[in-house]
């Protein structure tokens, strides 16, 4: 490993994993040490896509690392290895990076984003159902078609996988960008006069895909120009997707005409993966990969990240990275190490215990009141949201679950499961209930 030592190229990566959060790509894998001469630390990348995502994104996270293990000033630079360029290349694309130019209007997607590769589980159900659906029948199905839901989810996957679905069974013009990148180029064309060709690009393309559509929010001019593009696209039954963090209605400062036409096709919402759900991600995404996860470890992981499927694949890329670089199996004591967590730092998991005392705090009723068999709202409602809770927060069966509630079987749990996700889509007091007693249990944890 040229001029560093193995114990002080280990450190590094150590620090890494340890602070990287999501800077870290799959492929950091297969950084190696170059020399360290002069105070300055060569890091050698598999191709030149890598190498600019490290120089740009990554170097500040490298310089620390080197400086916390050397104990010195320590800059860093990133060359090439002789190797051939990466075959993961393009993983660490983002939807902003995705947007056309004007001689080719069909982007590049990556090869990992499929509806093979995507996992579906009740958490994101309908959006992906929506998805294959409008890949078979572009502009005839579900048209517009707006997923929403918070950012590392899986919205950018299922919309590159459509994408993909369509080209691979007709010729299609498909424009895929961020709204960001769409407000850019309306200013582009404004300042070099070119609006009419800026029209022409998004209004005779065959796809419009627009990723975090809530950008467009405060910009006047953009929202006009969207507006008419929106109509002659749906006009010529061509096929509209948008993604947003949000449903239409809470984009703030959107013009209503605009919520009016993002609610005529189908509204889909992906929520936060449930247990079963993650760990069914932490195999997928680790047998792309040629990982083996021990059990305990998917368990471990699947049971401590419940955020979004971002912080789930970058536990898969620090274990595995660890282990490459100290040479280790990967069992739970690593798994611990890479991720920072442990059960005495992370604390017991979420409690039903800790679920009904909020619950009964929150609507002012009282434990019995919830194992009996009252069927008044006032009662009712308060015991189905114990167990949507529960099954989003715990690893309890549902036959658990309804145990703690006056011995109710599993088709209850499901059933009072499915009322809560289901109210919460209308109603935003309840919505904005769940969404605080949730963060009152996590931080519990």
Known sequence: ??????????GLIQHVVAHGKDVIRPWFSQLEPGDLDHGQLEILAPGPQEQAYCAERASRLFVEAAQAVTGRLVSVRFSLTDEPPSSQDGQYRSASDLSTDGENPCPVFSSEYTFESFVTGPCNRLATAACVAVADRPGRTYNPLFIHGAAGLGKTHLLQATCQSILAGRD???????CETFVNHLIEAIETGRLHEFRYRYRSTDLLV????????????????FFHTFNTLYQSRKQIILSCDRPPAEIPHLEERLVSRFNWGLVARIDRPGYETRMAILHKKASARNITLPDDVVCFVAGTIDSNIRELEGAITKIDMLARVLDRPIDLALAEEATGISPERNGSEVTIEQII??????YNVRLSDLQSKKRSRSVSLPRQVCMYLARSLTRHSLEEIGGYFGGRDHSTVLHADRTIKSLRQEDVSLRATLERLTQELRNIR
């Open 210 to 225: 627009v990723d975090d559509i809530q950008f467009l929010a405060n910009h006047d001019q953009t929202q006009e120009e």
């Open 172 to 178: 299609a013009r498909i424009s895929f960008l961020s």
């Open 357 to 362: 005392n909020a619950v009964t705090r929150q």
């Open 1 to 10: 490993m040229g001029s560093v030592e193995p114990q002080l190229w280990q």
